[in-house]
């Protein structure tokens, strides 16, 4: 009894095996010919198609058991443009990935040339009409690679960073900011945390009515009068 049934077990084994023989073309087919068809960037507002492509290494039509997630990961950490993502390969070859834009900071602009930064000063290939944006306007030789000491500090006073209308970079003079009410403020390179708390003082109280230009310059002393910004 036990015989039979061995050698019935053995039966089936040898033509199983004998199918997948037959049937080795397709198998291999299935692995060399499924690919990426289609590679689906969802929630892009900004960025557009071509700058996305030219920034991953998969590519349509490439096979689709050659996808490394890992290494699609690491593409997508290094695109600035984009603050956060997640994506999924359907079975169907269709690569989807969802993402959430990073907003431009400022636009920096010199010379008649015009790019949208990051806080870090780096810059942002996105595609917006900054005629319709309302963003701070930055001006200055290097004021990109400067910007990220001052944003450190401004991110703490919301009610400053919420009504600058541009800013102003000179690496012998400082930093002037001009408000959204044509109010000014100069700053010397350091020691901005101390001194736009003191501002933040002279915001609340009916000194920054009384006056419109703002000079902490000279350490330890507020300039103020109401010469044009």
Request: glycine content about 2%.
């Given at each position: 009894m036990r015989r039979n049934l061995i050698l019935f077990?053995?039966?089936?084994?040898?033509?199983?095996?004998?199918?997948?023989l037959n049937n080795k073309g397709i198998i291999k087919?299935?692995?060399t010919s499924k690919e990426i068809i289609k590679i689906k960037l969802v929630n892009s507002k900004y960025i557009s198609e071509d700058y996305f492509h030219s920034r991953i290494k998969v590519k349509e039509g490439q096979n689709f058991w050659l996808f490394n997630p890992m290494e699609f990961k690491r593409d997508l950490n290094n695109i600035k443009e984009i603050k956060n993502y997640d994506f999924k390969l359907n079975w169907n070859g269709i690569l989807t990935i969802r993402i959430q834009?990073?907003?431009?900071?400022?636009?920096?602009?010199?010379?008649?040339?015009k790019n949208f930064i990051n806080q870090h000063g780096n810059f942002l290939e996105l595609n917006i009409n900054d005629k319709k944006l309302q963003i701070i306007s930055l001006y200055g030789?290097?004021?990109?690679?400067?910007?990220?000491?001052?944003?450190?500090v401004l991110e703490k006073y919301s009610f400053i960073l919420d009504n600058i209308n541009e800013i102003n970079?000179?690496?012998?003079?400082?930093?002037k900011i001009k408000?959204?009410?044509?109010?000014?403020?100069?700053?010397p390179l350091k020691r901005l945390d101390k001194l736009i708390k003191m501002f933040e003082n002279?915001?609340?109280?009916?000194?920054?009515?009384?006056f419109s230009f703002f000079d902490f310059r000279v350490i330890g002393r507020v300039y103020m009068s109401n010469r044009k910004c």
């Open positions: 077990l053995i039966s089936i084994l040898l033509f199983l095996a004998v199918d997948l087919n299935i692995f834009e990073e907003k431009p900071y400022m636009i920096w602009i010199r010379n008649n040339k030789e290097n004021a990109n690679k400067k910007v990220s000491e001052l944003s450190q970079y000179d690496k012998k003079i400082g930093w408000m959204i009410d044509n109010n000014c403020i100069f700053l002279i915001k609340s109280s009916n000194l920054y009515e009384k």
